[in-house]
Nanobody, 129 residues
Framework: QLQFVESGGGLVQPGGSLRLSCAAS????????IGWFRQAPGKEHEGVSC??????VTHYADSVKGRFTISRDKNTVYLQMNSLKPEDTAVYYC????????????????????????WGQGTQVTVSS
C-alpha cells in the first residue's frame, strides 16, 4: 500500500504563509500524479491542488487560485500557501495515483476526494489571529 507522509503544517496568522511537503514512504513519487486535499472540521475532504507526474500540469481549486502553488521534484511534492485565510484551516493530505487513473489532474482534484478510501495522518494547518 502506498504511504504518503505530509509535513509542514502549523499555526499561522491570516495573511501568513506555509509550505507543505509530501514525501513517499518506500518509493519515489515521480511515477505518480499527486494531489493535495484537505478536510476542514465538520466537512468532507476536498481537492486543493493536483499536479501531473511528467509534464507538470497543475490544477487548483477556485478557492486557492492565486494564493497556493504546487510544485514537485523527484522525491517531494510541495504546496506553497500564501495569503492564508481562516477558511484554509484544515488537515491537509496528499495522495498519489498512476497517471492513467484519472483522465486529467483536474479530474483527480475534483473526483479524488470521494474516490480515495483511506487517508494518512495529514498535517494540520490552522490560520488564526
Amino acid at each position: 500500500q502506498l504511504q504518503f507522509v505530509e509535513s509542514g503544517g502549523g499555526l499561522v496568522q491570516p495573511g501568513g504563509s506555509l509550505r507543505l511537503s509530501c514525501a513517499a514512504s518506500g518509493f519515489t513519487l515521480d511515477l505518480y500524479a499527486i494531489g493535495w486535499f484537505r478536510q476542514a472540521p465538520g466537512k468532507e475532504h476536498e481537492g486543493v491542488s493536483c499536479i501531473s507526474n511528467e509534464d507538470g500540469v497543475t490544477h487548483y481549486a477556485d478557492s486557492v487560485k492565486g494564493r497556493f502553488t504546487i510544485s514537485r521534484d523527484k522525491n517531494t511534492v510541495y504546496l506553497q500557501m500564501n495569503s492564508l485565510k481562516p477558511e484554509d484551516t484544515a488537515v491537509y493530505y496528499c495522495q498519489g495515483v498512476r497517471p492513467w487513473v484519472f483522465t486529467t489532474v483536474e479530474a483527480m482534484c475534483v473526483k479524488g476526494a470521494a474516490a480515495f478510501g483511506s487517508w494518512g495522518q495529514g498535517t494540520q494547518v490552522t490560520v488564526s489571529s
